[in-house]
């Protein structure tokens, strides 16, 4: 049961990161893709109506972390308090640039929202992926099954690890480049003219310093956490997960060429599944492994009861398959590119 | 310890009472939305759309910061409550992440198309939107207070081998009754913060003689519906929610009564200040034999007094809760006068004339923020010391590891970044008031039709 539930929190984490992904990523480059007022509506229109829906999956994910593995909900979120709280700021102020920015045309009221929220998305970006770093390279728990993590020590991967060290912002880099990517692929698919042209542009050009600091990256996780090589060489069907994540990587680049750009945004999406699959399958049982493996928490440790376990995965079933058709229906509603016309509402007048 | 426990719960308490100015306004406007939306689709007058339309920008303002700081809380059990969460994470997580996965996504899916696809939608489409935001929230709002109604008086648990409370019965936890009537009370709360806001803004449209035929439409709904919820609030609702205290939490009732000794026939305090170091009530202005019978429906039933019960019982801010009490209660009975008189007015036909009336509701907007913060700061302060009535204190539920410093750190950031909220969300309610509801005024309406077809 506690297995299951590791890998349905896993799947609405990898969710996450696919739907808010996108939007962080068109934020990470709303500067340098969209110069003019214009371009910049283009953008803002398309995340506009998804984006909350998006964020959503981080709080229904995290409610779902919170009542299935209760343990791992106290230590972790207690002890990354500082990086989760600086998390918390850059959502508020993203929330805020999104939502307000339109409602006042002024040359001193957009351009500081545009601001706000390109570096808000950006740090949001570096911040996940040093978290996702964190958790697979293991905390200082100790016997109590607490710990308490700076900002940062002295950068290096001993017992008293702060949140950024090289390996967690070398991760927390790649997360950036390789949303602004996705991002970029969305922008490209969802707007037209410049704006498109210049995302596809980016897209294209980073793809280069991803696949490198993937493969870096890769290479170094190995011997940051050596569950990671137990598993792949325990149950060898798990390279389903990294393959599907260089068919990913191999896709973006064959069809920016082709000029698709659907697919080439399905392709990332393929790479950022794979990416977080393989991170997951690495770690497990592992929910948060501990520098000291002793106190590592695993799925066992970490659970709930068992009753509990059982009646969440009734509702929780129903609440997913709800929650897929509104989405199925909400962006079958904004399909297609967004529209730069100055017709009206959306309303009748 | 104690310093670090302060810092949390200041830390707490503050983030909670600023997210929920938001949720308030959303939960009562997403009733009056979806009474526009069927007036609209009942008339065929257009007039009913476009003052729809008029709230729902207000509405998705108050929505995204309701958002923005909403996410803080569910966070804040984890970062500042750990150990709490560690022992009970498997009982209130469930309605948290049911709250996510039931209403959020329903909400924000639906609050999506409500805004941005009335074309595309149709008349009958957009109704149907406007109903599921409603559905959404007021869905959120239950499952909300049914994790604190699970932390007033818990139920469907069992305790497992190492302490942790295990859910032994979701339905128990789910349907608490304490949860049901608590729900009532606090909704109602809601509606009547929504009604009072829409009658303020019709009440300054006609006082201003500008966009009456939309004050009206306003001032008409706020106060229909404001007079019902206003009844409902004292009566059944609060009447049960008092029992509740009663009946499960003597020293709360005696806290909130400021009830210091055991008496039969205890009056009801309407004015007075507590002592608490000479346990007595300063100029206390009574009405005979009130509590006991409100509470017991007997005139000289007896009523427990503090003295009578355990001071590690007691809770620890007894001023503070008596006058949240207080202060609820009062306003509680201004709000039914206020709403009362106003229908008496709209029934007579002289609602829309009487100056001082519409004085009288545009100056009341502040109230019902102020009665819902007590009312909460009532529920809450009573519970201590408490964190789940009867099984775990305050005390041990915070993070044994988050120190006072780090606390007082994202306090102070907190502040700082809410207080810009605040002004930002004055600043732009009051912009859309200005604007108005007629068409064509808005910066906005240019840039939804980016998505208009």
């Known amino acids: ?349 | 310890m104690g310093q670090a426990l302060d810092v949390h719960r200041l830390h707490f308490a503050f983030t909670i009472t600023f997210h929920y100015i938001f949720p308030q306004l959303t939960m009562g406007l997403a009733l009056l939305l979806v009474y526009l939306k069927t007036k609209a689709l009942r008339t065929g007058d257009e007039h009913y759309n476009r003052a729809a339309r008029f709230w729902a920008r207000i509405f998705g303002i108050n929505f995204a910061l309701g958002v923005v700081t909403g996410i803080p809380m569910e966070f804040q059990f984890g970062t500042n409550w750990a150990a709490f969460s560690r022992a009970a994470g498997g009982v209130i997580g469930q309605t948290l992440a049911m709250e996510g996965v039931f209403s959020f996504f329903l909400e924000s899916s639906f609050l999506g198309l409500f805004l941005f696809g009335e074309k595309k939608l149709g008349r009958m489409g957009h109704w149907v939107a406007a109903f599921l935001v409603f559905l959404g929230s007021w869905l959120s709002g239950y499952l909300i207070v049914a994790t604190d109604a699970w932390m007033q008086h818990p139920t469907g648990y069992r305790i497992g081998a190492n302490g942790t409370i295990l859910l032994s019965n979701f339905w128990a936890v789910l349907l608490n009754k304490w949860a049901l009537w608590q729900y009532a009370h606090n909704m109602l709360g809601a509606v009547q913060t929504g009604c009072f806001v829409m009658a303020a803004v019709g009440a300054f449209y006609l006082l201003t003689k500008r966009d009456e035929k939309y004050g009206r439409t306003f001032v008409k709904a706020g106060v229909l519906v404001g007079t019902v919820a206003a009844i409902l609030q004292l009566f059944p609702t609060g009447d049960m929610q008092g029992k509740l205290v009663a009946y499960n939490q003597q020293p709360t009732l005696a806290a909130m009564e400021g009830l210091f000794e055991s008496q039969a026939g205890a009056p009801l305090v309407i004015l007075g200040q507590p002592d608490v170091e000479k346990r007595k009530l300063d100029n206390p202005l009574e009405v005979p034999n009130m509590l006991s019978f409100l509470t017991y429906r007997q005139w000289r039933a007896n009523v427990k007094g503090l003295a009578e019960l355990p001071e590690d019982q007691w809770p620890d801010q007894i001023p503070l809760l008596y006058y949240s009490y207080h202060v609820m209660v009062g306003l509680g009975t201004i709000f039914i006068a206020v709403m009362v008189l106003a229908a008496l007015l709209y029934w007579r036909g002289k609602l829309y004339e009487s100056r001082w009336m519409l004085w009288t509701l545009m100056l009341c907007v502040p109230l019902p923020y102020i009665a819902n913060t007590a009312g909460w700061m009532t529920a809450e302060l009573g519970r201590q010391p408490w964190l789940i009535y009867g099984l775990m204190r305050t005390a041990h539920g915070i993070s044994p590891r988050v120190a006072a410093g780090n606390a007082w750190f994202t306090l102070i950031g907190f502040m700082g970044m809410y207080a810009v909220l605040a002004m930002l969300w004055l600043f732009l309610i009051y912009r859309e008031i200005e604007l108005g509801p007629e068409p064509g005024q808005h910066p906005l309406a240019e840039d939804a039709a980016v998505l208009a077809d």
């Open chain 1, 1 to 349: 049961m506690e297995t299951v539930w590791f890998c349905l929190v896993g799947i609405m984490i990898a969710i996450y990161v696919l739907l808010d992904g996108f939007d962080l990523g068109a934020g990470a480059i709303h500067l340098w893709v969209a110069e003019t007022d214009e371009e910049r509506r283009q953008v803002l229109a398309s995340i506009g109506p998804v984006w909350d829906g998006n964020e959503v999956w981080l709080v229904a994910a995290g409610g779902t972390l919170y009542f299935a593995f209760p343990a791992l909900y106290a230590s972790g979120f207690s002890g990354f308090y500082l990086p989760l709280m600086i998390v918390l700021w850059l959502l508020i102020l993203r929330g805020a640039s999104v939502e307000f920015r339109n409602h006042i045309k002024s040359a001193v009221w957009d351009p500081l929202w545009d601001f706000l929220f390109c570096a808000s998305s950006l740090l949001l970006a570096v911040f996940f992926g040093a978290a996702l770093g964190n958790v697979v390279r293991g905390v200082p728990l100790d016997a109590s099954g607490y710990f308490f993590e700076p900002l940062w020590t002295d950068f290096r991967l001993g017992e008293e690890t702060g949140v950024l060290d090289w390996y967690t912002i070398l991760v927390g880099v790649l997360a950036l480049l390789a949303l602004v990517m996705h991002g970029g692929l969305w922008v490209q698919m969802k707007t037209s003219g410049a704006v498109s042209a210049r995302a596809g542009k980016l897209a294209g050009r980073i793809w280069w310093s991803v696949a490198a600091l993937t493969a870096v990256v890769t290479a170094m996780t190995f011997t940051v956490q050596p569950q990671v090589k137990e598993n792949f060489t325990t149950w060898r069907w798990g390279f389903i997960f990294p393959l599907l994540a260089v068919a990913g990587m191999a896709g973006v680049i064959f069809e920016l060429r082709k000029n698709d750009e659907r697919k080439a945004f399905l392709a990332s999406c393929a790479y950022l599944t794979g990416m977080m699959t393989s991170v997951v399958f690495g770690v497990y049982p592992m929910v948060l492994p501990a520098r000291n493996p002793v106190y590592s928490l695993t799925v066992t440790t970490a659970k709930a009861g068992e009753y509990g376990l059982k009646v969440g995965l009734v509702w929780w079933v129903v609440g997913m398959i709800l929650a897929a058709g509104y989405f199925t229906l909400v962006y079958r509603s904004f399909a297609g590119k967004v529209a730069v016309d100055k017709d009206s509402h959306g309303y009748g007048d």
